[in-house]
C-alpha cells in the first residue's frame, strides 16, 4: 500500500534509514563517545536479531514467562452503552508485569547479556518501565540503576516497592519538575560515565538511534498478534485502531502491524487540564521540530527553545515529545494524533471498570475515552484498541484525586 509515495509494502526494511531516520526525524544528536557505545549497540542488535539462538529464546520468553500472547477481549458491555460500533483491546494489561514494556525490556536485556554487560541503566516515569527492566534484569541476573524523579517516586510508590524487592536500586532525581525528562537527563549522565560495563535501556521508541527502531521491533509482536487474533475472531480487519501516544512504545508495537492495511490509525496524546503551555503534554499535536535527548522529532519547547513543561494525570504519558517514527507518521498523515483530556480519561476509567471488569492503566484510559468518543460518531464498524496496562498502580492516586464515583 502506498500513502504519500511512501510504500509500506517495504517500510520497514527503509525506515529507519541506516543512520535512523524516519524521514528528517531521529538519527543520534549525541557525543562521539556515547556514539560509539550507540554505534556498537546497533552493530550487535543487527548481527545478534538474525540469529536463530536469539529469536528462538525471545519467542520462548514470551511464551513461558511473559504469558503471551496476550488475549484480545470484545468489549461488548461498553459497545452497547455507545451504540452500535464494537470495540476491542489488545489486552497488554495481562502481560507479564502489567504493561507492554516489558516486550522491549526483555528483548533489550537478552540483548545486553549478549553483549556481556553486567548492569542495565533506566529511567521511569510512571515506574512501569522502571518495573520491566527491574524484573528483566532479575530473570538475567544482571545489576539494575532505575533514575525516577522525586515526585513520581511519591506518587508511584507501590512500583517503587516493587523494583526494591526485584533487587534493583532506585535512584531519585530531584531536578527541575522531578520527573520523566528529568529522569531521562540522569540515567544518560550516568550511562555516559559507565557505557563499558552497562547498557542504557529506553523505556519507550525515544532516544537515539538504534532505540527508536529496536524498541519499535521488539513491541512489534503486539501489533502482529492483535492483527491475527482480530481477523480470526471477526474474519476481518478493525476499521479503525487507537492507542495512548506518550514516547509511543506500545503505540509503534500494535501500529506496526496494521500500517500497511487499509485501517485508520489513531494516537492518543493527552490534553490533560487543557491547551495551556504546561497543562498538557500534547507534543504532536501542539509541538514543533527540535532536537532533545539525542533524537529529532516534534517537541514541546519553551520560550528558550528547551523542553517546555508538560502535564499528564497519567504519569508514563508527561513526555514533552514523542518518538520520530510518530514525528514521520505525523507528517505523512498515516496516523492521526489527536488529544483527549484528564475528565474524559477518567470517566472511560471507570466505565471499563464497571461494565467490563478491567481496571486500565490510567495511560491506557486514554485511548479507551477516544475510542469510547470516535463510537459515537462512527455510527457502525470496530475499533481495536491497545489496552497498554492495567491500574492496579494507579489505584491510590484515584481514590484519592477522584474519589469512588
Ligand atoms: C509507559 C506506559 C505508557 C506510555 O509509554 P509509550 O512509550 O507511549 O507506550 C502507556 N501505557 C502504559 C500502561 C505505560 O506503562
Excluded at 241 to 255: D, L, P, R, Y
Excluded at 373 to 378: I, L, Q, R
Amino acid at each position: 500500500m502506498k500513502f504519500n509515495n511512501v510504500d509500506f509494502d517495504t517500510y520497514f526494511k527503509n525506515y529507519p534509514d541506516k543512520d535512523g531516520y524516519f524521514g528528517k526525524y531521529g538519527g543520534s544528536y549525541i557525543s562521539e563517545d556515547l556514539k560509539k557505545a550507540m554505534d556498537e549497540i546497533t552493530e550487535a542488535y543487527f548481527t545478534i536479531c538474525k540469529s536463530g539462538k536469539f529469536i528462538s529464546e525471545l519467542r520462548r520468553i514470551r511464551k513461558e514467562f511473559q504469558g503471551r500472547p496476550t488475549p484480545v477481549s470484545h468489549l461488548e458491555r461498553l459497545s452497547s452503552s455507545l451504540g452500535n460500533v464494537q470495540i476491542y483491546a489488545k489486552r497488554e494489561d495481562l502481560n507479564h508485569t502489567g504493561a507492554h514494556k516489558l516486550n522491549h525490556c526483555m528483548g533489550e536485556v537478552l540483548l545486553a547479556k549478549y553483549m556481556g554487560k553486567k548492569k542495565v541503566i533506566a529511567e521511569t516515569g510512571a515506574g512501569q518501565h522502571g518495573v520491566a527492566m527491574a524484573t528483566a534484569a532479575a530473570y538475567f541476573g544482571l545489576e539494575c540503576d532505575v533514575y525516577m524523579g522525586a515526585v513520581d517516586i511519591k506518587k508511584q510508590a507501590p512500583n517503587v516497592a516493587r523494583m526494591k524487592i526485584l533487587g534493583a536500586n532506585v535512584i531519585e532525581v530531584t531536578d527541575g519538575l522531578q520527573t520523566l525528562k528529568e529522569a531521562v537527563d540522569a540515567a544518560f549522565t550516568a550511562y555516559a560515565k559507565d557505557y563499558k560495563n552497562s547498557i542504557y535501556c529506553i523505556g519507550s521508541v525515544v532516544g537515539p538511534h538504534p532505540f527508536p527502531m529496536m524498541v519499535r521491533d521488539f513491541q512489534s509482536v503486539v501489533g502482529i498478534e492483535a492483527r491475527e487474533q482480530f481477523k480470526e475472531m471477526t474474519g476481518e480487519l478493525p476499521d479503525a485502531i487507537v492507542a495512548c501516544v506518550g514516547g509511543g512504545s506500545n503505540a509503534a508495537g500494535f501500529f506496526s502491524g496494521f500500517l500497511n492495511d487499509p485501517v485508520d490509525i489513531y494516537g492518543v496524546e493527552p490534553l490533560g487540564r487543557g491547551t495551556a503551555m504546561g497543562d498538557h503534554a500534547a507534543s504532536l499535536k501542539y509541538g514543533t521540530e527540535g532536537v532533545m535527548h539525542g533524537f529529532n522529532s516534534i517537541m514541546l519547547k519553551d520560550e528558550k527553545g528547551e523542553p517546555a513543561p508538560v502535564y499528564s494525570v497519567a504519569s508514563g504519558l508527561d513526555y514533552p515529545s514523542s518518538g520520530p517514527e510518530h514525528a514521520f507518521l505525523h507528517d505523512l498523515g498515516r496516523v492521526t494524533y489527536d488529544v483527549i483530556g484528564d475528565e474524559d480519561t477518567i470517566d472511560a476509567f471507570f466505565a471499563l471498570a464497571r461494565m467490563e471488569g478491567i481496571i486500565p492503566a490510567i495511560e491506557s484510559a486514554h485511548a479507551i475515552a477516544y475510542a469510547m468518543k470516535m463510537a459515537k460518531t462512527m455510527g457502525k464498524g470496530s475499533i481495536l484498541v491497545n489496552l497498554s496496562g492495567r491500574g492496579d498502580k494507579d489505584m491510590d492516586f484515584i481514590i484519592e484525586n477522584y474519589g469512588i464515583r
